[in-house]
């Protein structure tokens, strides 16, 4: 999933929710002392104005935890990310199987190529 900014300001993704999980968190994922490691963004993402940010499980992803439901791959669902300034925008991801990376906590969201539909207001979302 690729968040553009066309816009001319800065935003930052401060939140994300979906009925399919419990709480969504931001994370950032990467290589520390040649291990790899992640951790939650407590101050949000920034997308810096007219740039993009790919959300891929290498990188930063969005963290299901809680899933109320499971996710079966093939299916889509609904999920709101919450901006700082263009506010919240609705998409649909769909899910796809995943790897290794899977923790037990749940699913994560941003992986491989999302292609959402949806997305209005300034902040596309694709
Ligand atoms: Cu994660």
């Known amino acids: 999933m690729t968040l553009n900014?066309?816009?001319?300001?800065?935003?930052?993704?401060?939140?994300?929710?979906?009925?399919?999980a419990d709480k969504l968190q931001i994370h950032e994922m990467k290589v520390v002392n040649g291990v790899m490691q992640m951790?939650?963004?407590?101050?949000?993402?920034?997308?810096?104005?007219?740039?993009?940010?790919?959300?891929?499980?290498?990188s930063y992803h969005l963290m299901l935890i809680?899933?109320?439901k499971p996710l079966a791959p093939g299916e889509t669902f609904?999920?709101?990310?919450?901006?700082?300034?263009?506010?919240?925008?609705?998409?649909?991801?769909?899910?796809?199987?995943?790897?290794?990376?899977?923790d037990n906590r749940g699913g994560m969201s941003g992986?491989?190529?999302h292609k959402s539909s949806g997305g209005k207001g300034n902040m596309d979302v694709k």
Not at 79 to 95: D, E, H, R
Request: aromatic letters at 2%; hydrophobic letters at 40%; zero cysteines.
């Open 111 to 113: 992986m491989e190529d």
């Open 78 to 102: 609904p999920l709101t990310l919450t901006f700082q300034k263009a506010g919240n925008i609705s998409v649909t991801v769909p899910v796809h199987a995943m790897g290794a990376t899977q």
């Open 39 to 58: 951790r939650q963004l407590d101050s949000g993402l920034p997308i810096p104005a007219g740039g993009s940010v790919v959300l891929e499980p290498s």
């Open 5 to 20: 900014n066309k816009t001319g300001s800065a935003d930052l993704l401060i939140g994300a929710s979906s009925d399919a």
């Open 66 to 68: 809680g899933l109320k």
